[in-house]
């Protein structure tokens, strides 16, 4: 895509400072400053709904009869949440676009209704740091899973690593890089192992994945393809397929929410994006941005640091700790934020 068509012709003064500010970057993006254009209306506290589109494939995972089979179900749900979480704004938007930084305490709730006997699917969501983003995705996802007899298996998932491609052209896309790994505590082992377009060949949004036993490095299962589109195993079987439609989120009406839940809390921001009208998300972005300086500020002063509403620290997530054993070139060790108090019910599904 060229610059001409990728950035709009009233924005290119401040893309083209934007990118003056990425030759000097240092890590930290809290200093800067987006053009309007590149800018998502939606928070990135909305993202973890991503996780939840395919409510089907989620559910099915505690219906599978063996360990193996569980780790295979795991593996095909992760898998087709990617394409949500790193490619959809690029077809919604034509290209990657970034999402609103959330504050500190900011919430999102939502629902998938229960269909065919799979049952409800409920979202908590609260923003729990107020660090400034870098480039660089970190963090995990443990899934625990409930068996028919009462048993649960614990899945350690972590994050792949990610690179934003074509930014200076101004139509910015994201790319999976290196590997990441989902443990179970059955000894099942993915290893996902990711690769992008190459300078002159190649496609984008490569995976492959290699599935192994427990206490072998011998793969069981090894599975390939596009990991925004479809996958086969080395028997040549469809393993995933994501270019169908999929579910939206239940959420409740914007009148309805507290005003710590995200569609309210941006709303106008929201709505100058979708019309066009930057000097006016700009300004009310501001507005919110400055009020939580000011809080920071306040609750500093007065030594009365910010209550969690639903989530409570810890500094090492001990089923982290033993699951990433298995995973050559994990971290050892991360923190976590542990769910403790039943949230508001969300949004009824229809």
Excluded at 4 to 30: C, H, M, N, R
Excluded at 93 to 116: I, R
Aim: hydrophobic share 35%.
């Amino acid at each position: 895509m060229a610059e001409a068509e990728a950035v709009p012709q009233a924005q290119k003064q401040s893309w083209g400072q934007f990118i003056k500010q990425l030759t000097s970057l240092s890590g930290d993006l809290y200093s800067m400053t987006a053009p309007p254009f590149i800018l998502s209306p939606v928070s990135l506290t909305e993202y973890p709904s991503y996780w939840c589109e395919r409510p089907e494939l989620f559910a099915a995972i505690a219906d599978g009869k063996t360990p193996e089979d569980r780790a295979l179900r795991v593996l095909k749900w992760f898998i087709s949440t990617l394409k949500g979480q790193y490619t959809s704004r690029n077809e919604k938007m034509g290209s990657e676009k970034k999402p609103l930084n959330p504050v500190l305490g900011e919430l999102f709730f939502g629902t998938w209704p229960d269909y065919n006997g799979r049952g409800q699917t409920n979202l908590y969501v609260e923003q729990v740091s107020h660090h400034p983003p870098i480039i660089k995705q970190v963090g995990h996802a443990i899934l625990g899973v409930k068996l028919p007899d009462g048993t649960v298996e614990d899945y350690l998932i972590t994050l792949p690593s990610l690179r934003i491609d074509g930014i200076f052209y101004g139509a910015p896309y994201i790319e999976l890089t290196n590997t990441s790994w989902i443990a179970s505590s059955t000894g099942w082992v993915s290893t996902i192992e990711y690769k992008g377009k190459g300078w002159v060949s190649g496609k984008s949004h490569q995976f492959k994945a290699v599935v192994t036993p427990p206490g072998s490095s011998n793969a069981a299962h090894t599975v390939e393809g596009l990991w925004h589109e479809t996958s086969k195993t080395s028997r040549g079987e469809p393993f995933h397929d994501v270019r169908g439609p999929k579910e939206e989120v239940s959420v409740k009406a914007v009148e309805e929410q507290d005003i710590w839940e995200t569609r309210n809390l941006w709303q106008h921001v929201a709505k100058g994006i979708r019309t066009g009208d930057f000097e006016a998300a700009s300004r009310e972005k501001t507005k919110i941005e400055n009020e939580q300086r000011q809080r920071r500020k306040d609750e500093a002063a007065a030594g009365t640091p910010w209550q969690l509403k639903y989530f409570t620290y810890i500094d090492e997530d001990p089923k982290y700790t033993k699951l990433a054993k298995l995973c050559k070139g994990a971290l050892e060790k991360e923190d976590a934020y542990i769910f403790q108090k039943p949230a508001p019910a969300p949004a009824p599904a229809p």
